[in-house]
């Protein structure tokens, strides 16, 4: 859970184009939402995806030098490449 300081809001200005600004109102009627509650929710998922993409990034570099130090200089391979060689194991 978030802690409450982290939950308090700030208002913040944003432009868009027209044809946004009508899919999103279209979408805000159809759920019972306000623009507010969906360009929220649309910023945090797209912050988790990059942060997601940027661990698992990171995570298949670390996979790449931790097989060079265990094999010597081997070529780096693909975090998939490197699964599927350990479960043949």
Do not use: T, W
């Not at 300081?5 to 939402?33: I, N, T, W």
């Not at 649309?42 to 990171?58: G, N």
């Amino acid at each position: 859970m978030q802690h409450i300081e982290l939950l308090r809001k700030k208002q913040v200005g944003l432009r868009l184009p027209e044809y946004l600004v009508q899919e999103l109102d279209e979408l805000s009627a159809e759920y019972d939402l306000n623009r507010s509650e969906i360009i929220h929710e649309a910023i945090r998922a797209y912050l988790e995806e990059q942060k997601s993409r940027r661990f698992y990034s990171e995570f298949e570099q670390a996979a790449k030098e931790l097989k060079a130090v265990v094999y010597g200089d081997a070529c780096g391979q693909s975090l998939q490449d490197l699964i599927h060689e350990l479960e043949d194991q």
